[in-house]
């Protein structure tokens, strides 16, 4: 069986904060300091009161699908997906609500990058071995921004490898590396590189690498 890829999108294969900042900045004078990723205390109004968490969730919702339209695509993400793809299969797993996959998929699409989507809520661990084991694959790698879906992955799936990735040159540096990670790399050239030394030795993460080992 074919390897498996299992890829985040937003902050892995498109830029998300940069323009959510934007938007929020220009339809709801709403400040967002993409060097904080505490979205809790880096969204605030310019009169300076911080945001419900009420507040936050509705305006992720007022952004996806509705302004979509905006993002980027992170540089060399494109190149490195359709060279894996050659010799793995490879799954983007977005957490978004579900009537965001079609659009979604239409996003990815327009951007040159066609591979199954299927959209998530909660952590991503149980969803990663669902796959795993739908797919047959005996190597396979997950790609995540967020440390929590890093540890969950770590806890329902231990035979995957994991890699923590930030692509937002803003905000990577403010993020450590996710404990449950085996790597943090922030470019798709070296991420490219590092998940086909994976698929290339064919072994599950958990006969390599300890727990919590990054680099």
């Not at 699908?65 to 793995?88: D, N």
């Not at 079609?102 to 796959?131: F, S, T, W």
């Amino acid at each position: 069986m074919k390897p498996l890829l299992i890829c985040d999108c937003d902050e892995v294969l498109l830029h998300m904060v940069r323009h959510f900042s934007a938007w929020l900045d220009e339809a709801h004078d709403v400040e967002f300091d993409v060097s904080n990723h505490d979205w809790a205390n880096a969204m605030k109004r310019r009169g300076g009161d911080a945001l419900s968490v009420e507040e936050i969730w509705g305006f992720l919702g007022g952004f996806f699908p509705g302004e979509m339209g905006r993002q980027t695509l992170v540089p060399h993400a494109r190149e490195a997906l359709a060279a894996l793809a050659r010799t793995a299969d490879i799954v983007i797993l977005t957490n978004l609500q579900d009537h965001c996959r079609e659009p979604r998929i239409a996003q990815l699409d327009a951007h040159g990058i066609v591979h199954r989507v299927e959209c998530n809520q909660g952590g991503k661990g149980r969803p990663v071995a669902q796959l795993v084991e739908e797919h047959g694959a005996e190597v396979a790698v997950f790609v995540d921004d967020l440390a929590q879906h890093h540890e969950s992955v770590a806890r329902n799936a231990p035979h995957v490898h994991r890699l923590h990735m930030v692509s937002e040159p803003a905000m990577a540096p403010h993020v450590p590396p996710a404990p449950y990670a085996h790597a943090r790399i922030d470019d798709w050239r070296e991420a490219e590189a590092w998940i086909s030394a994976r698929f290339a030795a064919g072994r599950p993460a958990d006969q390599l690498e300890p727990l919590g080992e990054t680099q």
